[in-house]
């Protein structure tokens, strides 16, 4: 008899039916909010993932399956799927298109790690990734996204840990201050820790070896050290966060296994899994896609482990493309409006809202290219009679609903 590959795993009912229904609830939920699906090569370039997720990190250093192929080429069997969704939007050039600006997959990774209960060497990611939106909305929207899909599974017991991870003109200062407060303390620090220390301190952070751990437990931290603009930039995700009822911890030594990251990092864990408790992870990584030769779009996204997931997902099982944008005027009008396409979706209508304030002109335009059929117009006067005016934007008729009218109206049209 020949073996399965030691951290890979067979699937097949009853356990598929938990995958099934993590999936159909993710594709339900991303086509709410205006997501569509990208599905990339198994395989790329080594230098892909040298470039994007670090050669320092765990990750890079450690756990790839790199290959080479028969023509002495060297290939990687991907342990994450951003840095390829990136690969493609440039090399396909996605990003002039607006209805490619959020995209989500649903595919096996690869990492060679030790395997344990939730940890394998071929596992399973769910993720999104949202282009072009460098608003802490955006980052608000996304992380929304990742909470109520494990609301809309029956995951209760989920926390939210939240940090900021700076950008690149704050972190150099703080990169020098933790150099310098763990150099004293080197010869406490293990092997990688040592080393790490001169190519990339950050990544000393996530050292799990339990004898470094007493040491960067008093290391500064990074959320102490951040400039004007991703100290206000982290306040509003945590206000906006706040304001819409989505619990999270600040977590100050959250800095993430990957160097793309810039600003806003978070991670989902569940202490139903026990050991391997991260259940979700991701972050804002505003310069990956000009790193990768594209045009320097920001960027924000996550992925989840599905093979954990699964493990906590009770038993239990859809879908219509997204027809209506949101137009909001003026930034005190955001949060209005954010309340009305929770009311909207609410009611099951998939509506599209975006975090970067916009004209009536370029609210228009932006809607024309999501080839949406309904902008919903959400200005003072709107707010004030508390009827939004609603566009059609193929027949050009304009219409004066409440939230519950306006609801019923797109579910009868579309
Ligand atoms: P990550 O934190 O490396 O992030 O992985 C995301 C999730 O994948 C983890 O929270 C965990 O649930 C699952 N996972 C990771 N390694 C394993 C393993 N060996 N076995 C089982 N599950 C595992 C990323 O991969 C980023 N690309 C996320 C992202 C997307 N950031 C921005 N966009």
Sequence with gaps: MINGVKGTQDLYFPEIKAWHRIEAAARELFALYGYSEIRTPVMEHTELFVRSVGDETDIVSKEMYTFQDKKGRSLTLRPEYTAGVMRSVVENRLHDSARHSRLYYIGP????????????????????????????????????????????????QVEVRINSVGCPRCRPAYTEKLREALAGRSGELCQDCRRRLETNPLRVLDCKVPSCQPVLTEAPKISECLCDECAAHFEEVKNLLSEFEVPFVPWPRLVRGLDYYKKTVFEMISPLLGAQDALLGGGRY??????????????????????????????????????????????????????????????????IIDGEERSVKNSMKRADRLNVKFAVIVGEDEIKAERLTVKNLESGEQFAFGVEEAASFFMSNS
């Design 109 to 156: 990774q690869f990492r060679y790690e030790r395997p344990q209960k939730g940890r394998y060497r071929q596992f399973h990611q769910i993720g999104i990734e949202a282009l072009g939106d460098a608003s802490p909305g955006c980052d608000f929207e996304c992380i929304t996204i990742g909470r109520e899909l494990m609301r809309r599974l029956g995951i209760a």
């Design 286 to 351: 505003d310069g990956l896609l000009g790193q990768l030769g594209g045009p320097a779009l920001p960027s924000f996204g996550w992925a989840l482990g599905l093979e954990r997931l699964a493990l906590i997902t009770p038993a239990g099982e859809e879908k219509r493309e997204p027809e209506v944008y949101i137009a909001w005027m003026g930034g005190e009008l955001y949060k209005p409006a954010l309340r009305i396409a929770s009311k909207l979706r609410e009611k099951g209508v998939p509506v």
